[in-house]
C-alpha cells in the first residue's frame, strides 16, 4: 500500500516548519525529498513527515537541524524518542494503583468506560484529591506512554479532551469565589496545552480564590490587558514539557517587565522545571507549590 502523500501546506500543519523552512531545508541538506504530482505540487510522504516531527521537538530542544537531518532514523529515536522525560515524577499513592486500567481505557479507545471510571473517582476522592492524585499523576503516565510508543497521538488527545471536559463540569459546579484573590490564567503564544491550568484553577477555585480563565495562546500585551480589565492580583501561567526551554524565561522576563509591581506573576508546569530563578516571578513545580502559594498570599490578606 502507499503512503499517503501530504502537499506543504498539510506538511506545515502537522510539524509546526513554515514552508520557507522546508524548502531550504530542501536545497541545503536534501531533505525532505517530495515527490511532485501532476500539477508540480510537492508531496511528501508520512514517513518524511514523521521524521520532520521528530526534528522539530529535538530543535525545540536546542538541537541543531543540520546535525539532527544527518542522523539516521533509528538514532534520531535513541536521542529523544518523542520528547525529554518531563523532571518531577508525581509521587504514586494508594489512589494511583489502578491508573494502569485508566489508561487501559484509552487504548481501547472507551471513551464512555474512561468517562464513568474517573466519575467515580471525583465521587470517591473529592475534587483536590482528584486534581492531585489522579489526574497529575495520570497526566505523566500517559505522557510517558506516548514518549514510548505506547499509546498513539490521537488516543493521548483522547485522553486530554476527556479529562478536560471533566474537570470544566466540575469547575463549573463550584461556588463562586470569594473574589480575593482574582486569578487570571492563561498560557503564553505557542503553548496550546490547557490541562495544567484546569487543574490549577481547579484547585485554586476550591479554595475560593477567583478565577479569569483566558484558555491558551495569549499574547502578552492581551495578558497585560486582561489583567488590568479584570483587576487581576496574579497572573498565571502553565508551560508543558513541550514548550521551548530556552523560551521561558525570556517570555517571563518580557511579561514581568510589562504588568505593574502590584500583580503577582505566576509560572508552573514542566515546563518550568529546570527554569533558574527569575526576579519577581514566582515558580511553582508543582501542584502542592501552587496551594502553598494560595495560602501563603491568604495569610497575609493580600
Given at each position: 500500500?502507499?503512503?499517503?502523500?501530504?502537499?506543504?501546506?498539510?506538511?506545515?500543519?502537522?510539524?509546526?516548519?513554515?514552508?520557507?523552512?522546508?524548502?531550504?531545508?530542501?536545497?541545503?541538506?536534501?531533505?525532505?525529498?517530495?515527490?511532485?504530482?501532476?500539477?508540480?505540487?510537492?508531496?511528501?510522504?508520512?514517513?518524511?513527515?514523521?521524521?520532520?516531527?521528530?526534528?522539530?521537538?529535538?530543535?525545540?530542544?536546542?538541537?541543531?537541524?543540520?546535525?539532527?537531518?544527518?542522523?539516521?532514523?533509528?538514532?534520531?529515536?535513541?536521542?529523544?524518542?518523542?520528547?525529554?522525560?518531563?523532571?518531577?515524577?508525581?509521587?504514586?499513592?494508594?489512589?494511583?494503583?489502578?491508573?494502569?486500567?485508566?489508561?487501559?481505557?484509552?487504548?481501547?479507545?472507551?471513551?464512555?468506560?474512561?468517562?464513568?471510571?474517573?466519575?467515580?473517582?471525583?465521587?470517591?476522592?473529592?475534587?483536590?484529591?482528584?486534581?492531585?492524585?489522579?489526574?497529575?499523576?495520570?497526566?505523566?503516565?500517559?505522557?510517558?506512554?506516548?514518549?514510548?510508543?505506547?499509546?498513539?497521538?490521537?488516543?493521548?488527545?483522547?485522553?486530554?479532551?476527556?479529562?478536560?471536559?471533566?474537570?470544566?463540569?466540575n469547575i463549573a459546579a463550584l461556588p463562586a469565589?470569594?473574589?480575593?484573590?482574582?486569578?487570571?490564567?492563561?498560557?503564553?503564544?505557542?503553548?496550546?496545552?490547557?490541562?495544567?491550568?484546569?487543574?490549577?484553577?481547579?484547585?485554586?477555585?476550591?479554595?475560593?480564590?477567583?478565577?479569569?480563565?483566558?484558555?491558551?495562546?495569549?499574547?502578552?500585551?492581551?495578558?497585560?490587558?486582561?489583567?488590568?480589565?479584570?483587576?487581576?492580583?496574579?497572573v498565571a501561567l502553565s508551560f508543558s514539557s513541550?514548550?521551548?526551554?530556552?523560551?521561558?524565561?525570556?517570555?517571563?522576563?518580557?511579561?514581568?517587565?510589562?504588568?505593574?509591581?502590584?500583580?503577582?506573576?505566576?509560572?508552573?508546569?514542566?515546563?518550568?522545571?529546570?527554569?533558574?530563578?527569575?526576579?519577581?516571578?514566582?515558580?511553582?513545580?508543582?501542584?502542592?507549590?501552587?496551594?502553598?502559594?494560595?495560602?501563603?498570599?491568604?495569610?497575609?490578606?493580600?
Amino acid at each position: 500500500m502507499n503512503s499517503p502523500n501530504f502537499n506543504i501546506a498539510a506538511v506545515e500543519r502537522e510539524t509546526g516548519l513554515s514552508k520557507d523552512v522546508l524548502r531550504v531545508w530542501e536545497r541545503r541538506y536534501g531533505f525532505p525529498s517530495p515527490e511532485r504530482d501532476s500539477t508540480g505540487e510537492r508531496q511528501y510522504s508520512a514517513e518524511q513527515v514523521d521524521r520532520l516531527c521528530q526534528i522539530k521537538r529535538l530543535m525545540d530542544r536546542g538541537h541543531r537541524p543540520g546535525k539532527l537531518i544527518a542522523l539516521p532514523t533509528e538514532e534520531l529515536a535513541v536521542l529523544a524518542p518523542r520528547h525529554a522525560t518531563p523532571a518531577g515524577e508525581p509521587a504514586a499513592s494508594a489512589d494511583t494503583d489502578d491508573l494502569a486500567a485508566l489508561i487501559e481505557l484509552i487504548r481501547r479507545h472507551d471513551a464512555t468506560g474512561f468517562t464513568q471510571a474517573m466519575q467515580q473517582r471525583v465521587a470517591r476522592q473529592g475534587l483536590q484529591r482528584f486534581v492531585q492524585d489522579t489526574i497529575a499523576p495520570l497526566s505523566w503516565q500517559i505522557g510517558q506512554a506516548w514518549e514510548s510508543g505506547r499509546i498513539e497521538v490521537f488516543e493521548e488527545h483522547l485522553f486530554t479532551e476527556l479529562s478536560k471536559r471533566l474537570l470544566r463540569q466540575n469547575i463549573a459546579a463550584l461556588p463562586a469565589g470569594r473574589g480575593h484573590p482574582r486569578i487570571l490564567l492563561t498560557t503564553v503564544p505557542e503553548e496550546q496545552h490547557v490541562l495544567g491550568l484546569l487543574m490549577a484553577e481547579a484547585l485554586f477555585c476550591l479554595e475560593g480564590a477567583e478565577c479569569i480563565p483566558l484558555g491558551t495562546q495569549m499574547p502578552l500585551m492581551e495578558i497585560v490587558r486582561a489583567s488590568e480589565a479584570h483587576a487581576a492580583d496574579i497572573v498565571a501561567l502553565s508551560f508543558s514539557s513541550a514548550f521551548p526551554a530556552r523560551q521561558v524565561a525570556p517570555l517571563l522576563q518580557q511579561l514581568r517587565a510589562m504588568l505593574p509591581a502590584e500583580v503577582s506573576l505566576w509560572a508552573g508546569g514542566a515546563g518550568v522545571q529546570r527554569s533558574a530563578a527569575i526576579p519577581g516571578v514566582s515558580l511553582l513545580l508543582t501542584l502542592e507549590d501552587a496551594l502553598q502559594a494560595l495560602h501563603g498570599r491568604q495569610q497575609m490578606g493580600v
